[in-house]
T-cell receptor
Framework: DQQVKQNSPSLSVQEGRISILNCDYT??????FLWYKKYPAEGPTFLIS?????DKNEDGRFTVFLNKSAKHLSLHIVPSQPGDSAVYFC??????????????FGQGTTLQVKP | GAGVSQSPSNKVTEKGKDVELRCDPISGHTALYWYRQSLGQGLEFLIY????????KSGLPSDRFSAERTGGSVSTLTIQRTQQEDSAVYLCASSLAESRAFGSGTRLTVV
């Protein structure tokens, strides 16, 4: 039972354009969502998060949108840069932002930003 | 060290052998997690340690998998009688409050 789904395994965009990565979840108890970025041979690194009490969180070029009714979130990167090329994982928690509970991860989306 | 350290970084083992994977969390982090990423798959939760509480083992795929955390610090993940489907990258993470960090993982290949 995949509680967090990233249905697009890969995405390719041109440098300077917007990258939109999508994530769907099924568990209505999830109250905190995170995006992680992973380069080859490295561990995932935290990128941005959003609490279920919000519908948008912005940090520089990265914005996460949450649509609770649709159980959908998305990560927007604008403008996209070649250094953004990586695997992006969506994750969800039902323990709020305390980081003391396990995270459920999606399958990941490989983003390629072409110069 | 400054980050989560995992060893070995790569491990090739023969089917049926036992393996031990090690994780050194960030000093002071009370929570420790093991995940694995199989080829083409997302990060699959395995086990979670929080302080002195009983670990959450709900993600361990079979009784061949076990983990311990000694002294609230270093953790070892043991896989007995390895099978080819155990081949994956095993990732460890530790956290304290709102900070969660991952190690670079151990790539396990069972031949």
């Amino acid at each position: 039972d995949q509680q967090v789904k990233q249905n697009s395994p890969s995405l390719s965009v041109q440098e300077g354009r917007i990258s939109i990565l999508n994530c769907d979840y099924t568990n209505s108890m999830f109250d905190y969502f995170l995006w992680y970025k992973k380069y080859p041979a490295e561990g995932p690194t935290f990128l941005i998060s959003i609490s279920s009490i919000k519908d948008k969180n912005e940090d520089g070029r990265f914005t996460v949108f949450l649509n609770k009714s649709a159980k959908h979130l998305s990560l927007h990167i604008v403008p996209s840069q070649p250094g953004d090329s990586a695997v992006y994982f969506c994750a969800a928690s039902d323990h709020g932002s305390s980081n003391t509970g396990k995270l459920i991860f999606g399958q990941g989306t490989t983003l390629q930003v072409k110069p | 060290g400054a980050g989560v350290s995992q060893s070995p970084s790569n491990k090739v083992t023969e089917k049926g052998k036992d393996v031990e994977l090690r994780c050194d969390p960030i000093s002071g982090h009370t929570a420790l997690y093991w995940y694995r990423q199989s080829l083409g798959q997302g990060l699959e939760f395995l086990i979670y340690f929080q302080g002195n509480s009983a670990p959450d083992k709900s993600g361990l795929p079979s009784d061949r998998f076990s983990a311990e955390r000694t002294g609230g610090s270093v953790s070892t993940l043991t896989i007995q009688r390895t099978q080819q489907e155990d081949s994956a990258v095993y990732l460890c993470a530790s956290s304290l409050a709102e900070s969660r960090a991952f190690g670079s993982g151990t790539r396990l290949t069972v031949v």
